[in-house]
């Protein structure tokens, strides 16, 4: 769904039919609002799980999160993420703990879907998995490691698939503050990783679907399949994993080939401890939306989280 933060470019009559049926969205956390609106029906359904993770864990959603992210206190989980944000990793943990369920997460632009995905890492990392996180552009290693993952208090060590790949970190001033660099022969430490069934000393993987699709994925999908066992994917910008909508091929000529993107997910999340999806965009196109599922089903259901902007001006 797209942002609503700025009506001067939109329609009026667009806003209207997109606003419809929407109402303020009120958090379970305690933690400062941005100010979102939700779906009417879906009020009652997130409020009787919120009820739910009260009563299993004995404790309320911002205790829940802060003892399942080790923050040291809960002034500094405020200071590190919206009522929002906590409200959706409590139902991604949640769902994740208590019920084998995998998360799609819809929220418009602007929410901060990036900061849940650092929440979600951390969370992993807590629990002895190792994340993985598959996204569409590799500038999200940077919104990660010198914003996202900073403004939460993290401090990841990636193992980054690209091989020579040069990205300069900029801080919050735009001053240049560290830069990344991989080898021109990454694929080698790929190699190695997979005969040593995990990825060294580094706390996490960062990969793109690109790096994960056509004969040259070959090894770094032989890596995500050796570690799936011990980790936690994390698909950013999901609708991704989900192909093209055109993407379909007469049988005969797929199985001459190498499984494409989305047929490596469909095995993937078979082998993975723990999964969530995602994208604002995630349920725009039918088909997609079905191949998503399918992921998700892997996990006996799944739970939608979808807030978007509220109208401003």
């Known amino acids: 769904m797209r942002e609503l933060s700025s009506t001067r470019e939109v329609d009026a009559g667009i806003v209207q039919e997109q606003i419809e049926n929407q109402v303020v969205y009120k958090p379970r956390s305690k933690a400062y609002s941005l100010a979102t609106l939700a779906p009417a029906s879906s009020l009652k359904g997130l409020d009787n799980v919120f009820n739910k993770i009260e009563a299993a864990t004995a404790m309320s959603i911002d205790e829940y999160v802060r003892d399942r992210l080790k923050e040291p206190s809960q002034e500094e989980l405020f200071k590190h993420y919206a009522a929002e944000q906590i409200d959706s990793l409590a139902l991604s943990i949640y769902n994740h703990e208590f019920e084998n369920k995998a998360t799609l997460i819809g929220h418009d632009t602007g929410i901060g879907k990036t900061r849940i995905i650092c929440g979600l890492a951390r969370y992993a990392q807590q629990r002895g998995m190792t994340p993985v996180i598959v996204t569409a552009d590799p500038v999200l290693y940077g919104d990660i490691l010198?914003?996202?993952?900073?403004?939460?208090g993290n401090n990841f060590n990636p193992f980054i698939t690209n091989s020579k790949f040069n990205l300069k970190l900029t801080g919050a001033n735009g001053n240049v503050i560290s830069e990344i660099s991989t080898p021109e022969n990454q694929i080698e430490r790929v190699r190695q990783?997979?005969?040593a069934g995990?990825?060294?000393?580094?706390?996490?993987?960062?990969?793109?679907?690109?790096?994960?699709?056509?004969?040259?994925?070959?090894?770094?999908?032989q890596l995500l399949?050796?570690?799936?066992?011990?980790?936690?994917?994390?698909?950013?910008?999901?609708?991704?994993?989900?192909?093209?909508?055109?993407?379909?091929?007469?049988?005969g000529k797929k199985k001459a080939q190498l499984p494409s993107c989305t047929e490596y997910f469909q095995s993937l999340v078979k082998e993975t401890k723990g999964f969530v999806a995602s994208s604002a965009t995630a349920i725009k196109n039918p088909i997609v939306a079905a191949r998503l599922v399918f992921f998700l089903f892997y996990f006996s259901f799944m739970l939608i989280i979808a807030l978007i902007s509220e109208l401003v001006g």
């Open 146 to 152: 010198a914003r996202d993952g900073v403004d939460t």
């Open 193 to 195: 990783y997979t005969q």
């Open 198 to 221: 995990n990825v060294g000393e580094h706390d996490s993987v960062f990969t793109t679907y690109g790096q994960l699709t056509g004969p040259s994925s070959v090894d770094r999908r």
């Open 225 to 251: 399949n050796v570690i799936a066992s011990n980790s936690f994917l994390i698909l950013d910008e999901s609708h991704k994993a989900g192909g093209p909508a055109g993407d379909n091929q007469p049988d």
